[in-house]
């Protein structure tokens, strides 16, 4: 098991944070596991599946939030507090998704248990983590998509 340094406190507040930032940030954790950063805005349209402007508008957001920083014309990077909250978000959707399959026979879409873990509160998500059989505790660990059987199976 892998355990978590950083506190809940250090992090916003989850309704300070819309779905959709969650998955940009996610994604951007995502892309950067994979490649390093920083990750462009065409990497993070053909991953999410979004315009090149809801890109440049998010990341406009989430910089002006301090969850990453942007250089024009070469992309984005996880600040040390927006990778921390990419990372707990990671972790609760992935602690939904195995504690549906796990204890109910139920695989989910990594979409569709993000969506689930948006509507619970911390509690319940430790919860979940606790009856599922996860490599972390509290937030992702993984360093590449190789680490981690959720990341190497998922689109975000």
Same mark, same amino acid.
């Given at each position: 098991?892998?355990?978590?340094?950083?506190?809940?406190?250090?992090?916003?507040?989850?309704?300070? =944070?819309?779905?959709?930032?969650?998955?940009?940030?996610?994604?951007?954790?995502?892309?950067?596991?994979?490649? %390093?950063?920083?990750?462009?805005?065409?990497?993070?349209?053909? =991953?999410? %599946?979004?315009?090149?402007?809801?890109?440049?508008?998010?990341?406009?957001?989430?910089?002006?939030? %301090?969850? *990453?920083?942007?250089? $024009?014309?070469?992309?984005?990077?996880?600040?040390? $507090?927006?990778?921390?909250?990419?990372?707990?978000? =990671?972790?609760?959707?992935?602690?939904?998704? !195995?504690?549906?399959?796990?204890?109910?026979?139920?695989? =989910? *879409?990594?979409?569709?248990?993000?969506?689930?873990?948006?509507? *619970?509160?911390?509690? !319940?998500?430790?919860?979940?983590?606790?009856?599922?059989?996860?490599?972390?505790?509290?937030?992702?660990?993984?360093?590449?998509?190789?680490?981690?059987? !959720? *990341?190497?199976?998922?689109?975000?």
């Amino acid at each position: 098991m892998c355990h978590s340094d950083h506190s809940a406190a250090e992090l916003p507040p989850k309704d300070e =944070l819309t779905p959709a930032e969650g998955r940009y940030l996610c994604g951007v954790l995502y892309r950067s596991l994979r490649a %390093g950063p920083p990750v462009t805005n065409r990497e993070l349209t053909d =991953l999410l %599946g979004v315009s090149g402007a809801s890109v440049t508008g998010m990341s406009k957001t989430l910089a002006d939030e %301090g969850l *990453l920083t942007h250089e $024009r014309y070469h992309g984005v990077t996880l600040t040390a $507090r927006g990778d921390r909250l990419a990372r707990r978000l =990671l972790w609760q959707r992935c602690a939904v998704e !195995q504690c549906f399959a796990d204890r109910l026979g139920i695989d =989910l *879409l990594a979409e569709q248990a993000a969506r689930i873990a948006t509507e *619970l509160d911390a509690a !319940q998500i430790d919860s979940l983590g606790d009856c599922a059989t996860l490599p972390c505790t509290s937030r992702c660990e993984a360093t590449a998509p190789a680490d981690c059987d !959720q *990341l190497r199976s998922t689109d975000t």
